[in-house]
């Protein structure tokens, strides 16, 4: 796997094999709107690892899945998984 980070632009690119899923965390959103704060929404889960972010690009092909009766292990019962490279402005958790 190959990981870049621009730290001056925040921007991040992934690149690797291995399934990417990515999911709105609905709790972020509404601890937002009653804070006021801008807290990453975006869920990215790669590798057993867990980023966050307020934008995503994906490069080629995704697909969109909803599965009520097997979400993932956070709960997301919709998420977009993909295998091509994410660009976003990600924070690692």
């Given at each position: 796997m190959?990981f870049k980070?621009d730290k001056?632009?925040?921007?991040?690119i992934?690149?690797?094999k291995?399934?990417?899923r990515?999911?709105v965390n609905?709790?972020?959103?509404?601890?937002?709107?009653?804070?006021?704060?801008?807290k990453?929404v975006?869920t990215?889960?790669?590798?057993?690892k867990?980023?966050?972010?307020?934008?995503?690009?994906?490069?080629g092909?995704?697909k969109?899945?909803?599965?009520?009766?097997k979400?993932?292990?956070c709960g997301a019962?919709v998420?977009i998984e993909?295998n091509?490279t994410i660009?976003t402005?990600?924070?690692?958790?």
């Amino acid at each position: 796997m190959i990981f870049k980070i621009d730290k001056n632009s925040r921007n991040s690119i992934e690149v690797g094999k291995g399934i990417k899923r990515i999911h709105v965390n609905q709790h972020v959103i509404k601890s937002n709107n009653k804070t006021g704060e801008r807290k990453p929404v975006f869920t990215i889960k790669f590798k057993k690892k867990t980023y966050t972010a307020n934008s995503i690009s994906i490069e080629g092909t995704s697909k969109l899945v909803y599965k009520p009766n097997k979400p993932l292990s956070c709960g997301a019962k919709v998420w977009i998984e993909t295998n091509n490279t994410i660009i976003t402005d990600m924070e690692h958790e």
